[in-house]
Each structure stands twice: as structure tokens, then as C-alpha cells.
């Protein structure tokens, strides 16, 4: 099993939808939880931090379920420019280094 | 502030051939990372330094040494290339802010060892 596995994609949304993606991780101990977002050729953006008590920016929601070990993305009213991969990335331990990225997934938001 | 910044963005390299990707930052952070993305397998960590002057090993470091002389470059060097070495490198950085080990990413070197 792997540590962080992720929704699989591509998602294909129409402009002004509401999509959610969905990550699991496997280590109960981790810290730290991230959503970045990559568009095509480029790097990895940091996106949101996810915090335990669920956290909003814009039209972007994150949500923590430490219980169940996932985390989510809500985005809402999407625009053509959401079009990218999302990546879901857990931090299990002291140190930047015991940070795990997922596969990630791909979003497409058409007109 | 250019942030994290890496040379040269793309690469052909010949099998054998020795390679040094270079990347510099000027945020100041302590830790550094070296990974490759290949489609499908997401970001895969290859060496990372806590802070200068040390390093360590990653999921993939085989192939693959880094130095950390200071703060602001972390040279990632390929001995001999062989073709499985084909793929994306990104170096990233992190600050440490209560707890969260937040990175930042270059933009990245697309090789090719043909």
C-alpha cells in the first residue's frame, strides 16, 4: 500500500462546478498535512496547509479526518485556470524529509 | 527575491557522462531536497540536507550524490549517467514553522540520457 494514495483522475469538470478530491495515508503518526497544485511542465505550488479543524481559502476547502487518516479538497465555482494536478502531501515525521507527495490528480475544467 | 532557481532547465546527456545540476536558493531556509518526478509515480525523494554541511539519503538515492558547502547550494551530480536516470529534478527547500515543514519548489531540469 502506498503512503499517500490520492483519487485517481483525470476529473473533468464544466466551468462552475464543485469538485472534491480525496487523499489517504497510511502513517497515523504524520504531522503535517499540504495540498499543492502543479500545472503542466512547471513545479509543485504550494496550495493550502490542511489543519485539523478544516480550513477555507477562497473557494478552496480542506478538511483533516485524522481518524480515518484522509484528508480533502473541496474547490468550488471552477474556473478554466483550476485545470492542473493536485497533489496531496503528508509530512510523517521530525523533518522535511519524511514528507510524502501522492501521485497526484489531474483536474480539467471546460467551458 | 528569485527564490529557488536551477540550471540549466533542460538537458541531453549521453549515457556515461558525468552531470552536475545546480541549485541555489536565497530564502535563507536550512533544509534542501533533490527529487525526481516520473509520470505516474508522483515526486521521489533522492538526497536532502538538513542544514549545511550535511546530507542524507532519500527513497532513490542511488546514482546520485549532493554536497551542501552552505546555506544557498545544493549541486546534485549524476557520476555516469544511464537512461532509467531520464526524468524531471526539482530541488526544493523548506522553512520550519511550529511543527509544519513547508517546501518550495525550482522549476525544475528535464533530463534525458539517451
Redesign the interface.
Known amino acids: 500500500r502506498k503512503e499517500v494514495e490520492q483519487d485517481p483522475g483525470p476529473f473533468n469538470v464544466p466551468e462552475g462546478a464543485t469538485v472534491a478530491f480525496n487523499c489517504t495515508y497510511s502513517n497515523s503518526a504524520s504531522?503535517?498535512f499540504?495540498w499543492y497544485r502543479q500545472d503542466c511542465?512547471?513545479?509543485?505550488?504550494?496550495l493550502m496547509?490542511v489543519y485539523s479543524s478544516g480550513n477555507e481559502d477562497g473557494r478552496f476547502t480542506a478538511q483533516l479526518n485524522r481518524a480515518s487518516q484522509y484528508i480533502s479538497l473541496l474547490i468550488r465555482d471552477s474556473k478554466l485556470s483550476d485545470s492542473a494536478t493536485y497533489?496531496c502531501?503528508v509530512?510523517t515525521g521530525?523533518?522535511?524529509?519524511k514528507?510524502i507527495?501522492?501521485?497526484?490528480t489531474r483536474l480539467f475544467v471546460k467551458a | 527575491i528569485a527564490g529557488i532557481t536551477q540550471a540549466p532547465t533542460s538537458q541531453i546527456l549521453a549515457a556515461g557522462r558525468r552531470m552536475t545540476l545546480r541549485c541555489t536558493q536565497d530564502m535563507r531556509h536550512n533544509a534542501m531536497y533533490w527529487y525526481r518526478q516520473d509520470l505516474g509515480l508522483g515526486l521521489r525523494l533522492i538526497h536532502y540536507s538538513n542544514t549545511a554541511g550535511t546530507t542524507g539519503k532519500g527513497e532513490v538515492p542511488d546514482g546520485y550524490s549532493v554536497s551542501r558547502a552552505n546555506t544557498d547550494d545544493f549541486p546534485l551530480t549524476l557520476a555516469s549517467a544511464v537512461p532509467s536516470q531520464t526524468s524531471v529534478y526539482f530541488c526544493a527547500s523548506s522553512d520550519e514553522a511550529g511543527g509544519q515543514y513547508t517546501q518550495y519548489f525550482g522549476p525544475g531540469t528535464r533530463l534525458t540520457v539517451l
Not at chain 1, 94 to 97: A, I, L, S
Not at chain 1, 101 to 104: K, L, S, T
Open positions: 504531522q503535517s499540504f511542465r512547471k513545479e509543485p505550488k504550494l496547509s497533489l502531501v509530512n521530525t523533518g522535511g524529509f514528507t507527495f501522492g501521485a497526484g
